[in-house]
């Protein structure tokens, strides 16, 4: 296991359209004892509320939302490049049929109970503040459903306060 330690939110540097739209993330929840991750793609991190959050986007069919629901705080873990291909295999595999955790050669850490991929670089430790369920009739551009959500499997925006940021 790594060690990794508290760091100052207000001095990092974060290009968050690079961080989450191109290397992506990995949001990590538990429930009942066992926890269960997904890779993300779309999210993004802010000001909301005179807090700093992160926001990502779950859809209704995916496993770790379950996890997602069943708790009051998550993580997001972010890695070198070097670990693409275990992002892709934890966004393509449900952990309903197998511990694709295990299986992409990752592991679970916890930091004050919160679970966390510990092959990471730096994680954000989350409290779930917001569930928004997204609405096929609140989007302007119709293109948006058409393209994304035309088998009705929507997301589920949820927005977390960033109560710690941890670096190795």
Not at 33 to 40: D, E, Q, R, S, V
Not at 86 to 106: F, M
Request: charged share 25%.
């Amino acid at each position: 296991m790594h060690t990794f330690q508290p760091y100052p939110i207000d001095t990092v540097e974060i290009n968050p359209f690079e961080l989450v739209g191109k290397r992506w993330g990995v949001l990590t929840a538990e429930k009942d004892g066992k926890a269960n991750a997904m890779t993300i793609s779309w999210g993004g991190m802010g000001c909301l509320w005179n807090k700093n959050v992160a926001t990502v986007y779950v859809r209704e069919s995916r496993y770790t939302k379950e996890f997602l629901d069943g708790s009051d705080i998550f993580s997001i873990t972010f890695f070198d490049e070097k670990y693409r291909s275990s992002l892709k295999y934890l966004g393509a595999v449900s952990g309903r049929d197998e511990d694709k955790i295990k299986n992409a050669r990752l592991n679970i850490n916890h930091y004050r109970g919160i679970p966390y991929i510990d092959e990471g670089n730096f994680v954000l430790i989350l409290r779930k503040i917001a569930a928004l369920d997204m609405k096929d009739t609140e989007f302007f551009d119709p293109n948006i459903h058409k393209n994304y959500y035309a088998d009705g499997d929507m997301h589920t925006q949820y927005i977390g306060e960033v109560l710690e940021l941890l670096a190795r």
